[in-house]
């Protein structure tokens, strides 16, 4: 009797593993998705259109398990990103284009560098707009269990954008993440920033005119500070308590006046700036680059780096933007 029940146990288990590994394949996530995506106003035939073809992309997990946020170190990542070659193709994009990049600064108060520096660290403007079909990519990483939810949201909210008629799914090819365009927006940001510039009833996010607009309307909309500081590097004392030392960004914590930091920086009487001014302490490589020193590099940020981190949750991302920003600042 007691056999008999240990059978009828290894049997359930079994059956219970084979299920689970059912469960677990791409095809039958599709049908899973399937579901939700029809419960979130997206008809059969859009889902048809647009899902039929999608393919689980085994690199798009590599790239998102292999990126330069996670191995280089800070030094290395921002002078890659900000070179003498980067600032003058930005300079030759701003010069065929000055006349609309400088309406569309004064009319969302964006300074014109900031946007320059965006495009140029997104795309290198426009040259790296990726070639990875974005339904695919975004399938895969809802599929992959490390940010599901997201991704699941992304791609819904793709969908639903072809669904609108905003988006044509036939030229829906980006980056491995699922971005797209000049300035890489995912499909929420397409959703709440990205604009019709120039009201030819298409979203344009290749174009200059529409990809620079939405990505003004982006900064402001989320209250970026026209010509507002966003770091700058310093010289930490060893002494600093280790909570005052940012090293995610997920949210940038223990903010105080920069006068409060005095006794902690050894260049503070270098800063000739605002000391009432809210700044955060960041010191990026910590914890993410092997042998990394405790208070080097280490960075104050101001609120318009955290508004950056919005953009991309990267420090390094965030500081590579804002160091293109001021060399295109001095050029322009």
Request: one cysteine or more; glycine letters at 2%.
């Amino acid at each position: 009797m007691r056999i008999i029940k240990y059978l009828i146990i290894i049997f359930a288990l079994f059956n219970l593993s084979l299920v689970f590994a059912e469960v677990h394949t791409f095809d039958d996530w599709l049908k899973s998705f399937k579901k939700k995506a029809l419960l979130n106003n997206i008809s059969e035939q859009t889902f048809i259109k647009t899902m039929s073809n999608v393919k689980y992309l085994p690199n798009v997990i590599k790239y998102d398990r292999y990126q330069p946020e996670f191995y280089e170190d800070t030094i290395t990542y921002i002078s890659k990103r900000t070179s003498k070659k980067k600032i003058s193709k930005g300079i030759e994009l701003y010069k065929k284009n000055y006349k609309i990049i400088n309406v569309i600064e004064k009319k969302f108060s964006v300074e014109k560098e900031l946007l320059l520096s965006l495009m140029g660290i997104e795309t290198n403007f426009g040259t790296y707009l990726g070639k990875i079909n974005i339904l695919s990519s975004l399938a895969t990483l809802s599929f992959d269990k490390r940010r599901s939810d997201f991704f699941t949201n992304e791609l819904i909210t793709l969908l639903q954008l072809v669904e609108s008629g905003v988006i044509d799914h036939k030229i829906l090819f980006g980056s491995w993440a699922g971005a797209y365009g000049n300035f890489q927006f995912m499909p929420t940001s397409i959703k709440k920033y990205a604009i019709d510039y120039n009201l030819n009833n298409k979203i344009e996010l290749k174009s200059i005119e529409d990809s620079f607009a939405s990505a003004a309307n982006y900064m402001t909309k989320i209250n970026w500070k026209h010509n507002e500081p966003c770091f700058m590097k310093i010289d930490l004392s060893e002494n600093i308590p280790k909570k005052f030392l940012n090293k995610s960004a997920k949210k940038i914590k223990n903010k105080k006046k920069l006068s409060y930091f005095k006794k902690y920086l050894i260049n503070y009487d270098d800063i000739n700036i605002n000391k009432n001014l809210l700044v955060g302490i960041i010191t990026p490589d910590k914890d993410i680059i092997e042998n990394a020193m405790n208070f080097k590099p280490a960075y104050i940020v101001f609120e318009n780096y955290e508004l950056i981190l919005k953009w991309n949750r990267s420090l390094r991302f965030a500081l590579a933007v804002c160091t293109l920003k001021e060399k295109f600042e001095n050029e322009l």
